[in-house]
């Protein structure tokens, strides 16, 4: 079996943590998310045309239609066509923008019209906020019911770190950040969690089963014994992923990167952050003892 | 002895597997594209008759048809190809007039044994097969404000009734005050409204004139939104169907919105017209010279801005109370509509009409509507949303005869106002007004390619994880391919069965599932390779199972736990990935311990191999 000493390279692990961590909060304070439609309402079209237009000359049109502050954007291919309008919502807003458009002789289309109404999307924001927290709290008592709070400890922080790089990420390229990122997000909080328990799976065990005190030692072991089995999982998990990305099409774009990301981030957290916490935190084998009486019946092989 | 399991264990693996092939199969059979044809009122059913007539109608216009069925007095045509849908819709709708509704529809194709099961396909959401989205938000302040009015009216009614002179009356923020020129008559009439009214408590005001307040309870107050909500539902739903969209939704989502869905509607304008319209009658008296200054009401014509005509306060009835209206043309072939009230609206409009012969009545259209104002908050730009009321008398006659239940209304502009009075009148009015928060159009060209990147995504996912387990386990991944296989068979049968949707983040959820599924196989897997260092053959597969079993509870539940909250905060898409997820997580669990043990137990159990190829 391979033999890495991955807890002795634990300081270099921390101080990429910490550097990215730190880039992600600057990130996520100075330049912020660039939240979607879903989150701060207003309205956006998006049109196709036969042929791929001139960015300037939709422009004119929409001034010339009246349609007050908006953008013009490309999505995905030359001729899709994105507009965000700022709450000059009217009665098939839709319509009214390809009609604009159509009076050129231009051949548009129109492929969706969203309208998010601005207290929804505050109400939305806020209730997504909130989820996060609960889903971390949940998951922070489940672990401590089934381990013990130390190891709950070291999870929460470990996806907290994820989510704020995650974020992070996000905030800094300027990606939109709509309700299938929000998805995506809560479902990284899922993976990196399955991870984190695997392997605490695997220290609670090797602990209770050795008599030594060397947890860096117990450690190692226990991440070498899981390493081939996080490296499978998070591969077959990215090449779905990647298929999605490259295949999934424009509307689930960033939903497969924040994917993307957030398995490559939960991967190496469940592996630095969330045991090497357990160091911090001064896990002791006395932590873990009194279960293990009740426990002991899974070491005898039957 | 060691990995085996009893006869009955594969029984029900195979039953399990067996019912979950047979209620996904619905999935494989396509819906055909069709138009189905229904009568607009209880009294047209679709006969064999129309039916020719369509189908001869649509032969001239080149359109294929595939098959014809009437069912239950609804045609259904089914069409050899979907671009060419709404074009016979157009045909059918122009040929058989307002009489029939005919709608896009994608019909089942489901063969009748496996339908006998209940077995059916899954829905696709509206971001797969395009179509309108609307979130209407309910102005309850307005819905307890009529219900004031309405009270305050009745009030009045029973006060001159009972000879008590009142001097004022105003109903604001759930309270309705009056007041009245001598202690005694305030007595009187509390006494009187509290043995009618006790929704509501009662307070003496004695600041300048005896006064009397009213304020609605908060029980009360509860009741009356519950009320606006449930009436606005029946009364969406109603004019959904009269909109003639097959597989609508409309369903309410916390304490006071409404989501409606319009599935293969792209005419938002007309859509947002019916479904949002806030119209309604008021029938009321003409005011004559008698009639006291705080009991009249001006208002000017709809189609005339400087005709104006004073009109009592009080309402004889309400478009609430008609129970049937059309539309047809009066003799100089103007269009006119055909009011038909229910009993309590006849009698209450008998006994008015009758006492009022010579006078005139007029016809009041009132439409609740709002406009958005900017304004500059906190050197912020903030889009206000302004509610507003438009009241427009649209005829005004004299009363020739005392009126039954049946009566029209004429001065309408156009046969097409006609229609959609008529329309708003049969479905009913809404008990108040309702906002647009939100609407989302999908158009059918997005919907399309959705599915087949959708499908394409899936495909490649399931090839690459399939190539990459058999490259790392040999043997068992063959063993994991099989129970990975089972499982999307599983989760498909599972959405089917429970009437999931399926939308584009939730075939995102299907391939995440697939790719996260073969970890509780790996981490077998990869136990049983460990095993085998210290324990022979079979020892070390029956260790392998059961020590990876606590593993993969642990992780599962943590996951399944978040994806339970995402549901409860979800919206649309984002709780149908929620959905998949979740039943991913089940399925997934009992394939990689029940169905790949079976398996494995079916081919290596119990026998004795030299080497296993893991």
């Known amino acids: 079996m391979t033999q890495i000493d991955f807890m002795g390279k634990r300081r270099i692990a921390y101080a990429v943590s910490i550097i990215l961590a730190v880039v992600a909060l600057g990130a996520l304070t100075f330049k912020g998310l660039n939240l979607g439609l879903d989150f701060t309402g207003g309205t956006q079209v998006e049109v196709r045309y036969q042929n791929a237009p001139q960015l300037d000359q939709v422009r004119e049109r929409l001034e010339e239609g009246d349609f007050g502050n908006f953008s013009v954007q490309t999505f995905g291919a030359n001729t899709d066509i994105l507009v965000r309008l700022q709450q000059s919502f009217d009665e098939g807003v839709g319509t009214q923008v390809v009609d604009a458009l159509r009076s050129a002789g231009n051949s548009v289309e129109l492929v969706r019209a969203e309208y998010v109404g601005a207290q929804v999307g505050d109400q939305l924001r806020d209730q997504s906020g909130l989820g996060m927290l609960i889903a971390l709290g949940v998951v922070a008592l489940y672990v401590a019911f089934r381990f013990q709070y130390k190891f709950a400890l070291g999870a929460l922080i470990s996806l907290g770190h994820d989510v704020v790089i995650l974020l992070g990420f996000f905030a800094l390229l300027g990606l939109d950040f709509d309700l299938t990122v929000l998805a995506a997000v809560l479902a990284v909080i899922g993976y990196s969690l399955n991870d984190t328990i695997i392997v605490y799976d695997r220290i609670r065990e090797n602990i209770r089963r050795s008599q030594s005190n060397d947890l860096v030692k117990i450690f190692n072991e226990a991440i070498n014994q899981t390493l081939s089995r996080t490296l499978s999982t998070s591969g077959t998990t990215l090449l779905v992923l990647l298929a999605l990305f490259f295949l999934g099409g424009d509307m689930i774009h960033n939903f497969s990167l924040a994917l993307i990301v957030g398995v490559v981030l939960g991967t190496f957290s469940s592996i630095y952050v969330a045991a090497a916490m357990l160091l911090l935190v001064h896990l002791e084998r006395e932590d873990l003892i009194p279960a293990q009486k009740e426990n002991a019946v899974d070491d005898e092989a039957p | ?614």
């Open chain 2, 1 to 614: 002895m060691l990995n085996r399991y009893p006869l009955w264990k594969y029984l029900l693996i195979l039953l399990v597997i067996i019912v979950g092939v047979l209620y996904a199969l619905p999935n494989l059979y396509p819906k055909d594209p069709a138009i189905q044809i229904s009568g607009a009122n209880a009294s047209a059913t679709v006969s064999g008759d129309e039916m020719n007539r369509v189908a001869r109608a649509l032969e001239d216009a080149g359109i294929n048809v595939a098959s014809r069925s009437i069912d239950n007095g609804t045609g259904l045509f089914r069409l050899a190809s979907d671009n060419q849908q709404t074009r016979a819709r157009d045909i059918a709708g122009e040929l058989l007039g307002q009489q029939y509704t005919v709608a896009l529809n994608l019909a089942d194709s489901t063969p009748q044994w496996l339908r006998a099961i209940g077995a059916k396909p899954m829905n696709l959401g509206l971001d797969l097969r395009g179509g309108v989205h609307f979130l209407l938000e309910v102005d309850m302040d307005a819905a307890i404000e009529q219900r004031l009015e309405l009270n305050a009216s009745a009030m009045r009614d029973t006060l001159r009734s009972e000879g008590i002179r009142y001097r004022d009356s105003e109903a604001s923020d759930q309270t309705l005050s009056f007041s009245f020129a001598s202690e005694a008559d305030r007595d009187r009439a509390r006494s009187l409204l509290a043995s009618q009214y006790q929704n509501y408590s009662f307070s003496n005001t004695d600041e300048g004139r005896p006064g009397l307040t009213l304020s609605l309870n908060p029980q009360a107050v509860s009741e009356i939104q519950d009320y606006a909500i449930n009436q606005n539902l029946t009364t969406l739903r109603n004019r959904v169907n009269e909109l003639g969209v097959s597989e609508p939704l409309v369903q309410r989502q916390g304490p006071n919105r409404i989501v409606v869905e319009l599935p293969g509607v792209q005419d938002t304008a007309e859509a947002k017209r019916i479904v949002g319209a806030t119209a309604n009658l008021e029938f009321r008296l003409e005011a004559t010279d008698s009639t006291p200054e705080d009991q009249r009401q001006t208002f000017s014509f709809r189609n005339d801005d400087s005709r104006r005509a004073a009109l009592e306060r009080d309402v004889i009835i309400t478009g609430d109370r008609v129970s049937n209206a059309s539309t047809s043309f009066d003799e100089s072939g103007r269009p006119q509509v055909n009011i038909n009230l229910d009993g309590q609206g006849g009698s209450q409009m008998n006994r008015a009409s009758r006492a009022n012969i010579g006078r005139n009545m007029a016809v009041l259209y009132i439409e609740h509507r709002t406009r958005d104002r900017t304004v500059m908050k906190n050197g912020e730009q903030v889009t206000e949303r302004v509610p507003y009321t438009e009241r427009g008398i649209i005829s005004l006659a004299t009363i020739q005869s005392a009126l039954g239940n049946q009566f029209r209304i004429t001065g309408l502009d156009s046969p097409a106002e006609a229609r959609e009075l008529s329309l708003l009148l049969r479905s009913g009015s809404l008990a108040a007004p309702i906002y647009f928060a939100q609407e989302r159009t999908i158009g059918p060209s997005l919907g399309q390619q959705n599915i087949e990147r959708g499908v394409i995504s899936v495909i490649v996912g399931l090839l690459l994880v399939v190539a990459f387990m058999i490259a790392r386990y040999k043997a068992f991944g063959v063993i994991a391919n099989l129970s990975l296989a089972v499982n999307l068979v599983l989760l498909i049968a599972a959405m089917s069965v429970l009437g999931a949707t399926l939308t584009l983040p939730g075939i995102a959820g299907i391939v995440l599932t697939l790719g996260m599924a073969v970890d509780a196989n790996v981490l077998i897997f990869e136990r049983i390779r460990e095993e085998l260092r210290a324990r022979p053959i079979q020892q070390a597969i029956h260790a392998g199972y059961e020590r990876a079993f606590t593993s993969i509870v642990d992780a599962n539940i943590t996951t399944l736990l978040v994806a339970v909250i995402l549901f409860s905060i979800g919206t649309g898409p984002v709780r149908g990935f929620a959905v998949t997820l979740s039943l991913g997580i089940i399925t997934s669990v009992f394939t990689a311990v029940m169905v790949s043990r079976a398996i494995t137990n079916l081919s290596v159990g119990g026998k004795s191999i030299k080497k296993l190829w893991i």
